[in-house]
């Protein structure tokens, strides 16, 4: 049996979310400074990696379900608040049903950007540009962390089983 889009997003959207906010609770025992910590400086910092997973997973499932895409302020500053940017984005995600993703493989989809559009079938969108970015994002979160000392391993990232 085929999986189905909703099947191939929310979940993994949900699941790379509870990674995140796991290493995020152990990151903040390095202290506030490390919300503005980066890896190298044209690079987002870790408040900045976590606004642009929670934009990559609620845009991709607005565009994919045809609802309204919620606007987050990128104002977050402790790690309180990118913890409660999470559960925000979580709470969207989980109120987004599979009959209104599934079926949406062969949708068009188009993403403005500085240097014009990309344009996707939602199939491809998905599997090509939304995950890699989510997952781009993550794993920079968890990076700078790991980078500054945070005592975060693997399965932090994986989760558990």
């Given amino acids: 049996m085929p999986i189905s889009m909703y099947q191939a997003s929310i979940p993994l959207f949900v699941r790379g979310f ?3 906010s796991r290493i995020l609770r152990k990151g903040e025992a390095g202290g506030p400074a490390l919300v503005e910590a980066r890896l190298a400086p044209d690079m987002l910092t870790l408040a900045g990696q976590v606004q642009r997973a929670s934009d990559t997973a609620k845009g991709c499932a607005a565009r994919l379900s045809g609802l309204d895409n919620p606007s987050f302020p990128d104002s977050e500053k402790t790690f309180a608040e990118l913890q409660a940017r999470i559960a925000r984005t979580v709470e969207f995600l989980q109120s987004v ?3 209104r993703i599934d079926g949406s493989e062969g949708e068009a989809i188009e993403i403005k950007t500085g240097g014009g559009a990309l344009r996707f079938k939602g199939r491809d969108y998905l599997l090509t540009f939304a995950l890699p970015n989510f997952y781009f994002h993550v794993t920079t979160a968890y990076d700078i962390l790991r ?3 945070v005592p975060v ?3 932090d990232y994986l989760g558990s089983y």
């Fill in 18 to 20: 509870d990674s995140l």
């Fill in 97 to 99: 049903t599979p009959d």
């Fill in 147 to 149: 980078h500054n000392g």
């Fill in 153 to 155: 391993g693997k399965m």
